[in-house]
């Protein structure tokens, strides 16, 4: 009897799988189930720390509708798209910055925003997502690790919008933008004699930057979080009236609408910057934790992305994006416990906002972009 042999039938087309509705729809699943619940979350707690307004949960959830259509907008582009794209998104946002300068609106003594036909908005915001893609273009294409001179490069890249951000003034956001293009440089595997350069430059240039460069306000943010009982009545009150309202919490908080501190006003910027003490004073230490898991599967689902990127254009914004996403929680939970100065960074997808909500949530769409990118078949 001969020998049996198993083979396959002949094709008639490719032997693919068709892909599924969330591959169709260019939609990274559990990415969105885990923005979904974070965003309801949020919209929970900014009910009480609204003083339980329903207009400012409906105003929130009209931003988040907004900003999840920009999303899926976002996330139909290719990462090869939007590797061409990049340089000309920066291009527009620089010159944008050019514009506050000299036509931007003021308010409390910064001139941030540009008003065109009744539209007011950030061009600072544009830049978040710029900058990194701009970084991720340019050393995406080259050998990797990066030279001195594309170093070098990249960091110009970073600073021209980051200096236009200073002379606003706005610190805060002109340092977290320098973060998302380093952070770029770094995903792009340089070596640990430029990291440790960086910091020690970084060290030595603290007191020429509290000399020259930083405003009193800003120093007096810095001295404030020294000894904020040095002025229990101004420039301390921020902070003694967070920790009070998160150390009154506990474990499980003082229910729903019941936190002392924010519903009696006690509280500055309870809905905005200052809104996790709300959720600590409320929910207590249990409703923190459940925030951070949150925070903390969306960062490892985000990491994952990244490291099954097609491309270096897509790893190294994938790792940029989830980095600066990061330090937006880190930077906003230090400051409200007293760790960092008071720099007015929103705690990302639950403090209230418009323009930093669509911008997080279109950083979101090039994570999904690159999650459903096709993959390459390798012979």
Request: hydrophobic share 55%.
């Amino acid at each position: 009897m001969s020998e049996y042999v198993r083979q396959m039938p002949d094709a008639v087309g490719p032997l693919t799988r068709p892909p599924g509705v969330a591959r169709a729809l260019h939609v990274d699943l559990p990415l969105l189930l885990l923005l979904l619940l974070l965003t309801a979350y949020g919209l929970v707690v900014l009910y009480s720390a609204s003083g339980q307004s329903m207009d400012a949960v409906l105003r929130q959830g009209r931003f988040f509708t907004v900003a999840y259509l920009g999303m899926f907008v976002v996330a139909q582009f290719s990462p090869v798209r939007w590797s061409r794209w990049s340089p000309w998104g920066y291009l527009l946002g620089v010159l944008l910055l050019v514009a506050v300068a000299f036509v931007g609106v003021g308010a409390k003594g910064a001139q941030r925003w540009l008003d065109l036909g009744g539209f007011r908005f950030q061009p600072s915001e544009i830049m978040k997502l710029a900058v990194p893609m701009t970084i991720a273009w340019y050393l995406g294409n080259r050998m990797l690790p990066p030279g001195p001179k594309y170093i070098a490069a990249c960091l110009v890249i970073i600073a021209v919008p980051a200096g236009l951000i200073v002379r606003q003034p706005d610190l805060g956001t002109s340092l977290l933008i320098a973060a998302s293009g380093l952070f770029g440089i770094f995903m792009a595997g340089i070596g640990w004699r430029f990291i440790i350069g960086a910091a020690l430059t970084a060290v030595f240039s603290a007191w020429p930057a509290w000399m020259f460069l930083l405003k009193d306000y800003q120093k007096q943010r810095i001295l404030t979080l020294l000894n904020p009982e040095s002025d229990k009545l101004g420039a301390g009150w921020n902070i003694i009236q967070s920790k009070t309202a998160i150390g009154s919490g506990g474990w499980s908080g003082k229910g729903w609408t019941q936190g002392t501190q924010s519903q009696l006003d006690f509280l500055p910027e309870s809905h905005t910057d200052f809104i996790i003490a709300v959720l600590a004073e409320e929910f207590g230490l249990r409703g923190v934790l459940i925030l951070m898991g949150l925070y903390l599967l969306i960062l490892l689902r985000a990491f994952w992305i990244g490291l099954h990127a097609q491309s270096s254009y897509g790893r190294i914004l994938c790792g940029s994006i989830t980095l600066t996403f990061f330090v937006y929680i880190f930077v906003n939970m230090g400051m409200v416990a007293g760790l960092l100065p008071v720099v007015g960074v929103p705690l990302p997808l639950v403090s209230a906002g418009g323009t930093s909500i669509v911008t997080l949530m279109a950083g979101f769409g090039l994570l999904m972009a690159v999650s459903t990118e096709k993959r390459v078949v390798r012979q």
